[in-house]
Each structure stands twice: as structure tokens, then as C-alpha cells.
T-cell receptor
């Protein structure tokens, strides 16, 4: 199983809503990532979890709250988002934490629209 | 500050010919380079990678070349097929000690025509 599964695939939310994005992998990977991609732009790193602990936060606003309940699951909790937060949110995982030659496996993403 | 750049936003190649996608980077600390292929509304799919200690890596129709002195890498696809049409991102990895940070280039849209 080389899949990273993300749900939901599409999400529309208002600025006052609270929602969560979910990501799951069963490859035994110990690092998990959240990336954000706007249209016609490259993916940008948001958060990295290593062994279920947050190791990198790329100065992401607090309206985005990541959570790693266990080594297979990664959530991104959303609250009071702005329309400019509309984007494709990508989850990824990799095998070795901090190892060289890291290859990231990506999920299909959640296309988020904030109204 | 775009540390990884792909200066050609698009490329059109005839089926059967060679596709050459280029990528330049500025940070000499990058130690691993990857190419990803991406379709709209999908996640990037890993294609091929190269360590900074090598100058070439080959996998089937895909070959990646690295020129460290020029801070330049390229992806060659031979022969190109219509199914190769997608956006290609190069990515550079920085080992932080706790995780790897991938920085993506701006992408090149490859169109393989019949």
C-alpha cells in the first residue's frame, strides 16, 4: 500500500465555520506533512510532523491547527478562514524522519473553497 | 525569494521526441533533488530523484542530470508520450535534522502532441 488518502476531496465552508481535513497513510512512514497549493503556484510547506510531534511550522496563521493523533493519521483543523485561504491542501508522508534522500508521497488533496 | 525556479512555464513536444525540462536553484545547501508530475486537482506523483553527490540518474524513459557548479538540473523524457502531458515540478530537499523540507519550483506544463 503506497497510498496517502485524504478526505474530503472537496470542501466549501463559510468564514465562521469549523472544519477538519483528514489524512491517512499505512506505509509505516514516520514523517507527515501539510502543503498548500494555490492555482498556478508550487506547493508550499505548512507543517511537518516527525514521530507524531510537530517539528516544523512555517509561520502558518493560527486559524490552521494541525494534529497528529497517531503515526498513521494527520488532521488539519480549520477555523475562521478567509477567502484567500481557498486552495488545494496536500498531505504527504515520508519514511525516514530527517534522513537524507527523502521521498515524499502525496495524497490527492482537498480542494478547499472559503466563501 | 524563489529558491527553485523553472523558467519555462510551458513546453510543447511531439510524440516520440525528447522532452527536456530545466530547473535552477540558488541554495547550495540543497542535498537531494526530485521531479514530480502533477495532474490538475491531484497530488504530485514522484518520478525520479538524484542525490547531490551524483550527476546523473536514469529510470526507464526518465533521466535526471545535475550540474552542481551551475546549480542546474534537468529532466529528459525519451521518447515522449501523450500520457506524459502534465505539470512537472522540480523540488529540492534540505535536511534539517528532524525532517526534510521540500522546496518546489514553479512548474513546467508539458504538452506532448501527436
Amino acid at each position: 500500500d503506497t497510498e496517502v488518502t485524504q478526505t474530503p476531496k472537496h470542501l466549501v465552508m463559510g468564514m465562521t465555520n469549523k472544519k477538519s481535513l483528514k489524512c491517512e497513510q499505512h506505509m509505516g512512514h514516520r514523517a507527515m506533512y501539510w502543503y498548500k497549493q494555490k492555482a498556478k503556484k508550487p506547493p508550499e510547506l505548512m507543517f511537518v510532523y516527525s514521530y507524531e510531534k510537530l517539528s516544523i511550522n512555517e509561520s502558518v496563521p493560527s486559524r490552521f491547527s494541525p494534529e497528529c493523533p497517531n503515526s498513521s493519521l494527520l488532521n488539519l483543523h480549520l477555523h475562521a478562514l478567509q477567502p484567500e485561504d481557498s486552495a488545494l491542501y496536500l498531505c504527504a508522508s515520508s519514511q525516514d524522519v530527517g534522513g537524507y534522500s527523502e521521498k515524499l508521497f502525496f495524497g490527492s488533496g482537498t480542494q478547499l473553497s472559503v466563501l | 525569494d524563489q529558491q527553485v525556479k523553472q523558467n519555462s512555464p510551458s513546453l510543447s513536444v511531439q510524440e516520440g521526441r525528447i522532452s527536456i525540462l530545466n530547473c535552477d536553484y540558488t541554495n547550495s545547501m540543497f542535498d537531494y533533488f526530485l521531479w514530480y508530475k502533477k495532474y490538475p486537482a491531484e497530488g504530485p506523483t514522484f518520478l525520479i530523484s538524484i542525490s547531490s553527490i551524483k550527476d546523473k540518474n536514469e529510470d526507464g524513459r526518465f533521466t535526471v542530470f545535475l550540474n552542481k557548479s551551475a546549480k542546474h538540473l534537468s529532466l529528459h523524457i525519451v521518447p515522449s508520450q501523450p500520457g506524459d502531458s502534465a505539470v512537472y515540478f522540480c523540488a529540492a530537499s534540505l535536511h534539517t535534522g528532524t525532517a526534510s523540507k521540500l522546496t518546489f519550483g514553479t512548474g513546467t506544463r508539458l504538452q506532448v502532441t501527436l
